[in-house]
């Protein structure tokens, strides 16, 4: 885990077991770390835009990461989402018949 103070934006978080960027924080009252958005390659990839998380409830799950880090999990992603297209093309031509729509 590390202190909340360290997180900052443009920071690279690793939560849980995905990396994103921290695009905003904010504090409460007592001026501890309370909430931040952080857009996750993970997020990304589902369509999803950036997410606010209180790093208060589970800060144990939050700690800073590389952009090494960050960089190889969006080569994952790719690869995973090439592998997905690349069945789903297969598996439609095996009915040629059916035409495919273009965009």
């Not at 905003?24 to 999803?48: C, K, M, P, W």
Request: include cysteine; aromatic fraction near 6%; glycine fraction near 6%.
């Amino acid at each position: 885990m590390v202190s909340n103070a360290k997180i900052t934006e443009g920071c690279v978080v690793k939560i849980h077991n995905w990396y994103g960027v921290v695009l905003e924080t904010h504090y409460d009252d007592q001026n501890r770390l309370s909430i931040i958005q952080v857009q996750t390659a993970r997020n990304i990839f589902r369509g999803y835009g950036p997410e606010y998380l209180d790093v208060r409830l589970m800060p144990e799950a939050i700690e800073l990461a590389s952009l090494a880090d960050l960089q190889q999990e969006i080569e994952t992603h790719r690869r995973l989402l090439n592998g997905a297209v690349e069945r789903m093309i297969g598996a439609a031509s095996v009915h040629p018949e059916i035409p495919i729509a273009a965009d």
